[in-house]
T-cell receptor
Framework: AQSVAQPEDQVNVAEGNPLTVKCTYSVSGNPYLFWYVQYPNRGLQFLLKYITGDNLVKGSYGFEAEFNKSQTSFHLKKPSALVSDSALYFCAVRVGGGADGLTFGKGTHLIIQP | DAGVTQSPTHLIKTRGQQVTLRCSPKSGHDTVSWYQQALGQGPQFIFQYYEEEERQRGNFPDRFSGHQFPNYSSELNVNALLLGDSALYLC??????????FGSGTRLTVV
């Protein structure tokens, strides 16, 4: 079985400061890891993914994430937060090469204060 | 390049009724997955369709069924609706080795 933990329900950051949204995972096999963002009453928008290769993955809107195999983590980061980054962020995992669907965390509300 | 299209956007049904939700995948994608997102929760995997067959299924009862058509579009059917089936239903399309593109979802309310 696979699982994802997002330990923070909410993260508050001042505009212009760096932000981190935490994610840890558990999977039997090689993980494929994803970050999605959701705005109110909308579907999920893809930010970035890790499949293989460089542990630092760069994605949309200036976001990046670092894959850490020993800590089974895939934290989302951005050097300078914008008010428009305020949204609900989901981390997801699936087993590489399999046909399983994505397993999502419960989500983290990111609030950027002006 | 059209993304994933879901219809309808909103739906209100009465307990015990049946509902059908529809999804058209992104151009070039051949796999469709369905997810249920209850209020305040992350999406939960219902099932995935590939080559018109159910390839993988999550922990959902048989009341939830689906279909994929030759043009890769898909339907999600839910029978004997319960109040607890109220949720946002998301469709995601993908291709082998690629990422997932999600639609905006169908908001189902069961009263």
């Amino acid at each position: 079985a696979q699982s994802v933990a997002q330990p923070e329900d909410q993260v508050n950051v001042a505009e212009g400061n760096p932000l981190t949204v935490k994610c840890t995972y558990s999977v039997s096999g090689n993980p494929y890891l994803f970050w999605y963002v959701q705005y109110p009453n909308r579907g999920l928008q893809f930010l970035l993914k890790y499949i293989t290769g460089d542990n630092l993955v760069k994605g949309s809107y200036g976001f990046e994430a670092e894959f850490n195999k020993s800590q089974t983590s895939f934290h989302l980061k951005k050097p300078s937060a914008l008010v428009s980054d305020s949204a609900l962020y989901f981390c997801a995992v699936r087993v590489g090469g399999g046909a399983d669907g994505l397993t999502f965390g419960k989500g983290t509300h990111l609030i950027i204060q002006p | 390049d059209a993304g994933v299209t879901q219809s309808p956007t909103h739906l209100i049904k009465t307990r015990g009724q049946q509902v059908t939700l529809r999804c058209s995948p992104k151009s070039g994608h051949d796999t469709v997955s369905w997810y249920q997102q209850a209020l305040g929760q992350g999406p939960q995997f219902i099932f995935q369709y590939y080559e018109e067959e159910e390839r993988q299924r999550g922990n959902f009862p048989d009341r939830f069924s689906g279909h994929q058509f030759p043009n890769y579009s898909s339907e999600l059917n839910v029978n004997a609706l319960l109040l607890g089936d109220s949720a946002l239903y998301l469709c995601a399309s993908s291709s082998t080795g690629g990422g997932y593109t999600f639609g905006s979802g169908t908001r189902l309310t069961v009263v």
